[in-house]
Nanobody, 124 residues
Framework: QVQLVESGGGSVQAGGSLTLSCAAS????????MGWFRQAPGKEREGVAT????????YYADSVKDRFTISQDNAKNTLDLQMNSLKSEDTAVYYC?????????????????WGQGTQVTVSS
């Protein structure tokens, strides 16, 4: 079993920055994939960014490329999402996810493990 705990959400004005963090615990064997999905009110859940341990390969949604950066500390099993130049359309609940079988941002139901979510609100 894997547990994921997010932190770092909050409110910020458009153009500002936030960093989300996720701490993973439990039985983790490499390689595994960790990342972030988000869901805004009335919208489908969508992938934001994911990273594969070992290779460090990353996947980003087009909407966040060049603004968000995903990184991880393999020794500590932690994951960060640095979000810059935030826009109102980035407002959503952000979920930390993990899986041992698949990586990528296309399908949220590929991920077996989810955190409780953290709210990010960007005001214009």
């Amino acid at each position: 079993q894997v547990q994921l705990v997010e932190s770092g959400g909050g409110s910020v004005q458009a153009g500002g920055s936030l960093t989300l963090s996720c701490a993973a615990s439990g039985y983790l064997y490499r390689p595994y994939c960790m990342g972030w999905f988000r869901q805004a009110p009335g919208k489908e859940r969508e992938g934001v960014a994911t990273i594969l341990t070992g290779s460090g390969r990353t996947y980003y949604a087009d909407s966040v490329k060049d603004r968000f950066t995903i990184s991880q500390d393999n020794a500590k099993n932690t994951l960060d999402l640095q979000m810059n130049s935030l826009k109102s359309e980035d407002t959503a609940v952000y979920y930390c996810v993990a899986d041992f079988m698949r990586c990528g941002i296309a399908h949220w139901n590929n991920y077996a493990y989810w955190g409780q979510g953290t709210q990010v609100t960007v005001s214009s």
